[in-house]
Nanobody
Framework: QVQLVESGGGLVQPGGSLRLSCAAS????????MAWFRQAPGKEREFVAL????????EYADSVKGRFTISRESAKNTAYLQMNRLTPEDTAVYYC????????????????????WGQGTQVTVSS
């Protein structure tokens, strides 16, 4: 079992950047595929980015491709989401998630593929 804690959210102006962190405790995070999802008010939780257990493979939602970068640092048991060129449409609560299964890139875009979730961190993009 793994526990996930997100940090790094906040208020940023359009065009700005933020880096979110997801610290894992319990079982080593290297046993899990890690992902970021987000949920805006009144909307369903949506996939943002995914990284494999080794960090060798990544996937992104079309809406963030080229602006966001997911990474992980096994020594620190931490995953990151670097967010650049933020827009008001990126405003949401961002959640970190972990899945111990195979790296199935299509399945892992779905909320139901994840066993473990963090509590979320708010990102607000506004002038």
């Amino acid at each position: 079992q793994v526990q996930l804690v997100e940090s790094g959210g906040g208020l940023v102006q359009p065009g700005g950047s933020l880096r979110l962190s997801c610290a894992a405790s319990g079982r080593s995070s290297s046993n899990y595929n890690m992902a970021w999802f987000r949920q805006a008010p009144g909307k369903e939780r949506e996939f943002v980015a995914l990284i494999s257990k080794t960090g060798g493979s990544t996937e992104y939602a079309d809406s963030v491709k080229g602006r966001f970068t997911i990474s992980r640092e096994s020594a620190k048991n931490t995953a990151y989401l670097q967010m650049n060129r933020l827009t008001p449409e990126d405003t949401a609560v961002y959640y970190c998630a972990a899945s111990p299964g195979l790296y199935l890139r299509n399945s892992l875009r779905n909320v139901g593929a994840y066993n473990y979730w963090g509590q979320g961190t708010q990102v607000t993009v506004s002038s």
